[in-house]
């Protein structure tokens, strides 16, 4: 890597429509959670796991912080974890991301490089990816304002800030197909999703 980045691990979700814990489920032998950590500890120089149940989260033995605003979403989430870390960029990771590796994060980081931004944002199939993105901790104050304006769509800061958008093209030209693509960005939502997960090789 060319520069120092902090990685912050997204874990406050309910999991509602999965009916349990998505960061705990096993994908090839592996809590989706430990490999994502895994994978971050050799990229980024801090991890930053945002949390609500830290107590579920103590065996992974890293910096635990909880929303500052609870039950306000992912953007609460993104807001703790931008103010706790110590570096300017930041690449934020959701939790149920089972393909995740670490190449991704080679692309995000060579578009930074080429374009002066708050944000460098995948753009796949035409929606925007969030939650598998950097950002710079300058954007704090937007996302602080959405807040108190209860404006919680992560939609709402990245169309205040001066956003980056990656698209499929440049994964391509990474070296990646269009399937693997899809995968590299495909997050577990329900029952139907993991099932799907576990039928697919660990690599995409």
């Excluded at 929606?127 to 710079?136: I, N, S, T």
Aim: charged residues 25%.
């Amino acid at each position: 890597m060319f520069m120092e980045i902090a990685g912050i691990i997204l874990a406050g979700g309910k999991s509602s429509r999965m009916g349990t814990n998505k960061a705990l489920l096993t994908v090839n032998g592996e809590q989706t959670i430990v490999r994502l950590l895994e994978r971050l500890l050799n990229i980024v120089d801090e991890v930053i796991l945002v949390t609500n149940d830290k107590e579920t989260y103590e065996f992974l033995d890293v910096q635990m912080v909880t929303d500052n605003e609870k039950d306000r979403g992912p953007l609460a989430g993104l807001e703790a974890g931008l103010a706790a870390s110590k570096h300017s960029w930041n690449l934020i990771v959701a939790c149920d991301l089972p393909f995740f590796e670490e190449k991704i994060v080679e692309v995000l980081l060579h578009s930074l490089k080429q374009t002066a931004c708050d944000a460098v944002i995948p753009l796949i199939n035409g929606r925007a990816q969030p939650l598998m993105a950097l950002y710079h901790r300058r954007v704090l104050p937007t996302i602080e304002q959405s807040l108190k304006e209860n404006k919680l769509r992560l939609r709402d800061v990245f169309t205040q800030i001066n956003s980056r958008f990656v698209t499929e093209e440049e994964f391509l030209k990474a070296g990646y197909s269009e399937k693997e693509i899809e995968k590299l960005f495909f997050n577990m939502n329900n029952p139907e999703d993991y099932t799907w997960v576990k039928s697919q090789k660990s690599k995409p």
